[in-house]
């Protein structure tokens, strides 16, 4: 990383060209719609990542639902078969 100087005061822009603008519509997620939040599936993000295993989120995003035990069970064999 390069040291450069920044003159005092400097305030950096902020861009608001695509502002309120949709990228893309996914049934996987879901971005600001009630401020800063984001959603996977319908699940709020840090109610997951609070609650959940990285196997079950990711069962969740391929999948579209949450795994019962069975189901987070086979995907966790699954998974650990494709590791090697």
């Keep these: 990383m390069t040291d450069t100087a920044v003159a005092p005061g400097f ?3 902020k861009s608001v ?3 309120g603008t949709a990228a893309g519509n996914t049934a996987l997620c ?3 719609r009630t401020g800063n939040d984001l959603h ?3 699940y709020d993000i840090l109610d ?3 609650a959940c295993e990285f196997e079950e989120i990711a069962h969740l995003l391929v999948h ?3 795994p019962n035990r ?3 069970a086979a995907y966790k064999t699954k998974l ?3 590791r090697g």
Excluded: F, Q
């Design 17 to 19: 060209a695509l502002s």
């Design 80 to 82: 650990k078969a494709l």
């Design 11 to 13: 305030k950096p822009k």
């Design 48 to 50: 997951v990542a609070t």
């Design 64 to 66: 579209g639902k949450l």
């Design 30 to 32: 879901t971005v600001g």
């Design 40 to 42: 996977y599936r319908g």
């Design 70 to 72: 069975a189901e987070l």
